[in-house]
């Protein structure tokens, strides 16, 4: 049997790539083997991003699965991360020193969603990015779309019945940071799964750059959703990551960046997109595309004068 050690200090600034990195040799354990994992919340100056939190969920959660035996301490503390119910998670035990309020219409745990709750995911997040009055109402439109899009590739491509989101909205910065990700079969062998000999052939990267191409899918889908995504991001001046398998792409609108390493077992799909840099959804739909009327819609159903909700 094989021990693994891996620590993580949250004080330290890292990427997700530089996270999954961590977890580099653990992707060797097998049944019976153990893991000791230490988070440290310890530093001073403490700044926690759910998404970071959430690459850490899906990877102990799939090492469980395959029955590592996986211990953890935490040094130090995060309210933030006890209340997006992260400690939680991971099925270790922390006191609160704080009294729980309802997150409805303030903030996105971390959450798991399936074909029948990632709608309601949806609406929640909208109802909290609606609210906060200097994100441009472009912003507002085309995250909406993306949102369910991405979600929905989960559900049809990846082989799992369920994602898992995590969502930052940081006011002052005027940004948003947003990750959905699952631990399912990942981008190149849901396109390999189509059967299209242009498919067989390619690695892992060239996977990920063509799975942002317009019109590309493993056949249960039109192949539409990453890529508005990602001319979202680039009109927007944010930032796209897109990881699966050992590759990591990372897209902005300046460059497009393929890194080779750390394996990661499914997807993960992660937006830092600027609030207030607005993007003209006809750059990105088609012509006869809805979408200011699709989120008009929402907006008069949640918010309108006859809503009971509020």
Not at 26 to 40: F, N, P
Not at 142 to 164: A, P, Q, R, T
Not at 175 to 203: M, P, T, W, Y
Request: net charge negative; hydrophobic share 40%; proline share 2%.
């Amino acid at each position: 049997m094989s021990h693994y050690t891996v620590y993580i200090n949250f004080g330290e600034d890292i990427s997700h790539w530089g996270l999954v990195s961590l977890f580099n040799e653990v992707h060797e354990a097998s049944e019976g083997d153990s893991m000791q994992l230490t988070i440290d919340f310890s530093a001073e100056s403490l700044f926690v991003y759910a998404d970071h939190l959430l690459v850490v969920v899906i990877m102990v959660q799939h090492l469980r699965i395959l029955g590592v035996n996986v211990k953890i301490d935490i040094l130090g503390s995060s309210e933030y991360a006890s209340r997006v119910n992260f400690f939680h998670l991971l099925e270790i035990p922390y006191d609160e020193r704080f009294i729980r309020q309802l997150s409805r219409g303030r903030f996105i745990e971390l959450l798991r969603f399936d074909a029948d709750s990632m709608y309601q995911l949806q609406d929640d997040l909208t109802m909290i990015i609606h609210q906060i009055g200097n994100i441009a109402i472009e912003v507002k439109q085309l995250i909406f779309y993306c949102l369910i899009e991405i979600m929905d590739n989960v559900i049809v491509h990846s082989g799992k019945e369920y994602g898992w989101l995590a969502a930052q909205v940081f006011p002052n910065r005027r940004e948003i940071r947003l990750v959905i990700c699952d631990n399912g079969i990942g981008v190149l062998e849901s396109l390999r799964s189509s059967e299209k000999e242009e498919f067989q052939a390619i690695d892992g990267a060239a996977a990920l750059e063509k799975c942002l191409q317009r019109g590309v899918t493993d056949g249960k889908g039109i192949g539409f959703g990453l890529y508005a995504t990602s001319e979202f991001i680039r009109h927007n001046k944010g930032d796209l990551l897109l990881y699966s398998g050992s590759y990591c792409l990372e897209f902005s609108e300046s460059a497009v960046v393929i890194r080779d390493g750390a394996n990661w077992p499914g997807t993960v799909v992660a937006l830092r997109i600027r609030t207030d840099i607005p993007v003209d959804y006809k750059n990105i739909m088609p012509s006869h595309h809805t979408l200011p009327d699709d989120y008009q819609f929402f907006i008069d159903k949640f918010f309108g004068e006859d809503n009971e909700l509020w």
